[in-house]
């Protein structure tokens, strides 16, 4: 979150940086192929001014309103000094970048900036883009009209789910949960929308009641139960890296944030999962002892809130059959 995160929070998500490029830039990895990741840092800071995205493939604007929620009107407009255009929309901190100095040729970048640093930007855009539309608007809205695409697209149960998800990583997390409803409104059946409103409901709100109901919900739809955790590497937590650990009807599953660890466990061979009364005591951690073949290998975590009620929580969910 520009503006609020630090480079802890960022490397604690994405690991190191893959490049240093200047004193306050920074390239990190991503997990999609398709995309880059780059951090801009106040300078001598390690608050955090601007996260970029940039993509190998470009999306078409309506997509890119859609799934970030924004306007169709933006703030205002300029061409930038490489030729390209760029869209800035107020009430979200984002900036929208196109491939060439036309609309119509599709996003492929997306900037979210610290109000600050927008503020900053936003008032050198000139006066009266706000009055006119960018170059090759009415291109791109005629693109979409010729492959069946409305102008405005109706909302799908995955624009509800990227409208959430952006939601979430704006600490949005009552949109969040609205636009989670609406999903399961519009297909109960399908799990992403109830993980969404569970993180939320945990990490967000704090509501454990709340997020109790909703992460039962993802299971019992065939998907998972998403927890943030840390790891233990050497049974005494003074080693460990800080991940997801996914809970379904059939495994656990663990994947570090930088992407270099990661595991699966099949629920068949849990043979006990409880509350550690030495390591890792003082945050709740907790244990999952699995048969390897004839060896018992166990597994330490320490719950996201560093909360016995959630580290039950996740017990509670592995021991339901």
């Known amino acids: 979150m520009p503006g609020k995160s630090r480079r802890a929070d ?32 106040l300078a001598d800071s390690d608050d955090v001014a601007r996260i970029e ?13 859609a799934s970030l929620n924004l306007p169709s009107r933006s703030t205002g407009w300029h061409v930038n000094a490489r030729n390209r255009l760029e ?13 060439v100095a036309d609309a119509s040729t599709g996003v492929s970048r997306i900037g979210y900036y610290s109000r600050q640093l927008f503020d900053g930007a936003s008032s050198k855009l000139p006066p009266d883009s706000a009055k006119k539309n960018p170059p090759g608007l009415d291109r791109a809205a005629a693109n ?19 409208k959430a998800n952006g939601a979430l990583q704006a600490a949005d997390f009552q ?3 609205r636009l989670s409803q609406q999903a399961v409104d519009l297909d109960a059946n399908k799990p992403l929308a109830y993980e969404i409103a569970g993180v939320a409901q945990l990490y967000g709100l704090k509501d454990l009641g709340a ?16 927890f943030s955790v840390a790891h233990d590497h050497d049974g005494f937590f003074q080693s460990y890296c800080q991940g997801s ?6 495994s656990l599953s663990y994947r570090s944030n930088d992407g270099t660890h990661s595991f ?17 005591a003082k945050v709740y951690s907790f244990h999952i002892k699995v048969s390897e073949g004839n060896k018992t290998r166990n597994y330490n975590f320490a719950p996201g809130t560093f909360s016995a009620a959630e580290s039950n929580l996740i017990l509670e969910l592995v021991r339901e059959k």
């Open 175 to 177: 949109t969040a949960i």
């Open 264 to 280: 699966t466990i099949n629920r068949a061979d849990i043979k006990q999962a409880g509350l550690n009364s030495f390591v890792g």
């Open 87 to 99: 869209e800035y929309f107020s009430t979200a901190c984002v900036v929208l970048t196109y491939t």
């Open 53 to 65: 995205v940039t993509y190998a493939n470009t999306m078409d604007r309506s997509s890119a309103l």
């Open 211 to 226: 997020a109790a109901n909703a992460m039962r919900e993802p299971i019992l739809h065939g998907g998972a139960a998403s």
């Open 245 to 250: 650990l996914w809970v379904s009807k059939q």
């Open 10 to 41: 960022i490397e604690r998500m994405l690991g190191r940086p893959l490049k240093q490029l200047s004193a306050t830039l920074s390239e990190y990895k991503s997990q999609r192929t398709t995309e880059q990741i780059f951090v801009q840092y």
């Open 144 to 162: 979409n009209s010729a492959i069946g695409q409305p102008t405005q697209p109706a909302v799908s149960y995955d624009d509800l789910i990227a």
